[in-house]
């Protein structure tokens, strides 16, 4: 029995002694874990501490922060004394030319090349000239709505005026509410954005940059339709009374009625274009005779999307007894010696490729070309004016480096050709530069 006993007694001590060291392991391993989770709590605190002090100074430095934003953004965009917002923009440009052949001016002047064979034809040879006053700069204005009104306006000035095109002038200057404008800008028969890009800043053979007082109205159809009416003064043309033995005397022309001008505008949903537009003009001037008579002009321009970096633009115009609705044209009008009024009548087609050739490089080419009705008595009375032109062309490719985004870097050949009603000619040939940056 003894030994039976000593024999029990060993396991349950065994297991006593087991029982008193996992109670005190198990007591051991929560004193760790009570440990463990107040350095947790610590820590914590710790970073509350630090987020807290972080917030503190961008608190205390949000001011300073949102002055500096403010001051950047008030340096172009500013409130005047009215309440009007309003936007300061334009451009440095410089330009250059180096002129084969060409005319006395330093930009584009087609219709006024020497003939060949004139004395005046070597004058402009192997010359260079250069200049800024294309440089421009302009104001956007914009009032606070009042009501349903969008009130706004604009005013826009370059050194590109006078007869050398060196002197300060007013671009644009109106006012406009809601589709209401009224003042100088584009004429609604100008379609400059259909004219091919050009690095000239008088663009070629087709261009206009006519810009007169007007008030218009304009009205979308939908989103993909616009119609626009317009009443402009087109300002007065020196005019040319002809007789049998070819003297000239200027003539000053007068508007009885402002011109009456209409336009059409289909956008579609590829990036595609297309402009229809008609002007009437009812005209007067100061010569005694028959000179009451009306003007006209029809056009047809656009833009098609070829591809995705591929650009089409073309505009035709067929006008009548008109000189300011497309550059380089003749007189608008000449009297016989009867002082009958004797309209020239022609028409004109531009005709532009542009490449994007990289997201920083793109090339235009481009051809412009007028012709004058041949077949009428305005041509009959001035075909021995040298003046005149029966026909005029020109071509030109050019490419366009945007090294970054405010400036462009262009260079162009051009190559044009004059011919009068006599048929001779004179020639355009030179290379155009030009470094701009907008602003």
Request: glycine share 8%; charged share 20%.
């Amino acid at each position: 029995m003894k030994k039976y006993l000593g024999n029990m007694a060993q396991p349950a001590l065994g297991l006593a002694i087991l029982m008193i060291t996992t109670s005190n392991h198990a007591a051991m391993t929560l004193e760790q874990q009570v440990a463990h989770l107040q350095k947790q709590v610590q820590e914590l605190q710790t970073l509350m501490q630090q987020q807290k002090q972080a917030s503190e100074k961008i608190s205390a430095e949000l001011p300073i922060l949102q002055e500096k934003s403010a001051l950047k953004t008030d340096l172009k965009q500013m409130v005047t004394k009215g309440g009007a917002e309003f936007e300061l923009y334009g451009n440095v440009r410089a330009d250059a030319s180096y002129q084969a052949k060409g005319p006395s001016t330093m930009y584009n002047y087609i219709s006024a090349v020497p003939l060949e064979g004139s004395v005046n034809e070597g004058n402009n040879s192997d010359k260079f000239q250069s200049t800024l006053n294309a440089t421009r700069f302009g104001f956007n204005f914009k009032t606070p709505k009042i009501g349903e009104h969008s009130v706004g306006g604009k005013v826009e000035m370059d050194f590109f005026g006078g007869a050398g095109r060196d002197s300060f002038r007013i671009r644009h200057a109106y006012l406009t509410y809601d589709q209401w404008l009224i003042g100088q800008t584009w004429s609604n028969f100008n379609a400059i954005e259909y004219f091919p890009e050009t690095v000239d800043a008088s663009l070629s053979v087709g261009g206009s940059l006519t810009r007169v007082p007007q008030v218009k109205f304009s009205y979308p159809v939908d989103k993909n339709m616009n119609l626009a009416f317009s009443l402009e003064d087109s300002k007065a043309e020196t005019v040319t009374t002809t007789g049998t033995q070819g003297f000239t005397t200027d003539a000053r022309a007068k508007l009885k009625l402002p011109s009456a001008v209409g336009r059409l505008n289909y956008k579609f949903d590829n990036g595609s274009a297309l402009s229809g537009r008609l002007f009437l003009t009812q005209k007067a001037t100061n010569h005694e005779g028959n000179d009451d008579f009306l003007a006209w002009g029809a056009a047809l321009g656009g833009k098609y999307q070829v591809a995705e970096n591929t650009l089409l633009r073309f505009d035709y115009n067929h006008i009548k007894g008109d000189t300011k609705n497309v550059l380089w044209s003749n007189y608008a009008y000449v009297f016989d010696v009867n002082g009958e009024m004797k309209p020239n009548e022609f028409d004109v087609v531009t005709l532009g490729l542009t490449q994007k050739i990289t997201p920083k490089i793109r090339s235009t080419l481009g051809f412009g070309y007028m012709r004058a009705n041949t077949d009428n008595h305005f041509a009959d009375l001035v075909r021995n004016d040298l003046t005149q032109n029966k026909e005029l062309k020109e071509g030109w490719i050019n490419m366009f480096y945007n090294p970054v985004k405010p400036i462009n870097l262009g260079v162009e050949y051009m190559y044009g050709e004059r011919k009068t009603f006599d048929d001779q000619k004179g020639i355009d040939n030179r290379v155009n530069f030009t470094a701009i940056y907008d602003f």
